[in-house]
T-cell receptor, first 110, second 113 residues
């Protein structure tokens, strides 16, 4: 069974501080991993995915297959980063199915 | 390009009734997925349709069903509503592959009384 765990429901940091949102997964195979974000009063949207290896809005995430983790990092948090972040997984023949973690609410204080 | 649209945005129904929700995907997207979002369970996958065929299904009872039309628009139906069906129902569209980006709609807020 595929499972995604985000251990922190809430995370608070100050502007300019580094931030790391944790994500651990279990999946028997080669997973596709994503981070989705939902800003206040906006719809859920893709932030980044591991296969593209991009840095979006200063965020990066590295897939660590040994530790089965896909933590999201940003060296200097901004107030506009405050949002709900979801780690999600798919793979194999899981057509159209994303398995989401419970989400982490990030608050960046001025 | 226009985003994913869902109608209606809000619904109030009574236990035992049935409800139909609609989703229009982004033009060119042929895959439509449905999710249920609740405070307790988070985001849970309901099912996915591609070219009018259900390709994948989550762990929900048979009261939850869906279909997709030739223009890729999709509907989901919940029969014999229960209080626990109160949730935000999200629709997402993508091109084809599981690894393609999913674009989410604003959701339909269903309240069962």
């Amino acid at each position: 069974a595929q499972r995604v765990t985000q251990p922190e429901k809430l995370l608070s940091v100050f502007k300019g501080a580094p931030v790391e949102l944790k994500c651990n997964y279990s999946y028997s195979g080669s997973p596709e991993l994503f981070w989705y974000v939902q800003y206040s009063r906006q719809r859920l949207q893709l932030l980044l995915r591991h296969i593209s290896r991009e840095s979006i809005k200063g965020f990066t995430a590295d897939l660590n297959k040994g530790e089965t983790s896909f933590h999201l990092k940003k060296p200097f948090a901004q107030e506009e980063d405050s949002a709900m972040y979801y780690c999600a997984l798919t793979g194999g023949t899981s057509y159209g199915k994303l398995t989401f973690g419970q989400g982490t609410i990030l608050t960046v204080h001025p | 390009k226009a985003g994913v649209t869902q109608t209606p945005r809000y619904l109030i129904k009574t236990r035992g009734q049935q409800v139909t929700l609609s989703c229009s995907p982004i033009s060119g997207h042929r895959s439509v997925s449905w999710y249920q979002q609740t405070p307790g369970q988070g985001l849970q996958f309901l099912f996915e349709y591609f070219s009018e065929t259900q390709r994948n299904k989550g762990n929900f009872p048979g009261r939850f069903s869906g279909r997709q039309f030739s223009n890729s628009r999709s509907e989901m139906n919940v029969s014999t509503l229960e209080l626990g069906d109160s949730a935000l129902y999200l629709c997402a569209s993508s091109f084809f592959d599981p690894s393609d980006e999913q674009y989410f709609g604003p959701g339909t807020r269903l309240t069962v009384t």
